[in-house]
């Protein structure tokens, strides 16, 4: 690889509406709010926009709405120095918008409202052209169908496939077999290996137990498993090695879009020739800075923050 490989994303553009409370409230529950603020988001823009800040060749795939958000997102996104050329304007449906209620420890909880990004086709797919060597990312917030679409275009042109499962909805391992590296954190394994009953005590899982989840998801020898583990770091599955990625210890702020971060810097690190091992520990710092910032999109860190990528 060289340094001229593109990171391809292909995802959600939201707007998040982030109230800031003492406590994220439970179910029937009403607390009081101390702020409300408006940050770019969704988790394919978070991707691209950590991979552009850290100087990844970044290009976005993806559908707003013909609206005041979806006009505030595409100037933003542009800002950030990636290529935008693949984002539409739907003339039907409004802009994702996502929900967040941010606790006093940094903690959230997020509705989702799909919105344009649910209009995601295979003509936009097409929008950009992929070459050997690219680095391509998705998650679940746009159609499955058109993700199958986007990866097998990557396989067929030699690029690497990167897959986010979250959130964690049925996938069909059809795509599954097209990752060559998928990202999923502490609670999403147990999901895909055995449903909602499965994650019942995932808080009280040990690591083994978790990484033991996460081998589920192979569907080649080939694959690598990538399990973050929030302020306690990651893990790497491959070849039947487990690698371990420590974690850092920092005061969060706003956990919102970390997995993000974490995800766009990999894809960065390995634009650039970096190794799996490499990659993740660059990815693992980058994320302990976005949780020190407010806001997903907005709070990625910039390249001068990081150390220096340098060929592995």
Known sequence: MSDINKVII??????????????IPRPGETVSGSALNYYPGGKGANQAVAAARLDAQTYMIGCIGNDGFGDTLRDFLSQQGMN????????????????????????????????????????????????????????????????????????????????NPAP??????????????????????????????????IEDAQESEICTLAKTLIQRDDQTILVTLGSKGAVIIQNDETI?????????????????????????ALSKGLDITNAAHYANQAAGLAVQKNGAGAGM????????LSHS
Request: with cysteine.
């Open 10 to 23: 292909a995802g959600s553009i939201n707007m998040d509406c982030v109230a800031s409370v003492i406590s």
């Open 84 to 163: 935008i050329d693949g984002v539409r304007t739907s003339q039907t449906l409004p802009t994702g918008t996502a929900f967040i209620t941010v606790d006093q420890d940094g903690e959230n909880a997020i509705t989702v409202i799909a919105g344009s990004n649910s209009e995601l086709s295979p003509d936009d797919i097409k929008r950009i052209s992929m070459t050997d060597g690219d680095i391509l990312i998705a998650q679940n917030e746009t159609p499955i169908p058109v993700t199958e679409i986007f990866f097998n275009a990557g396989k067929t042109n030699g690029a690497t496939t990167i897959y």
């Open 244 to 268: 371990r990625i420590a974690g850092q210890k920092v005061t969060a702020i706003d956990t919102t879009g970390a997995g993000d971060c974490f995800v766009g810097a990999l894809a960065c």
């Open 168 to 201: 964690a909805i049925k996938a069909p391992q059809s795509l599954l077999a097209l990752a060559d590296i998928i990202i999923v954190n502490e609670t999403e394994p147990a999901f895909y290996a055995g449903g909602a009953d499965a994650i019942k005590n």
């Open 301 to 308: 860190p910039y390249a001068s923050e990081l150390p220096k």
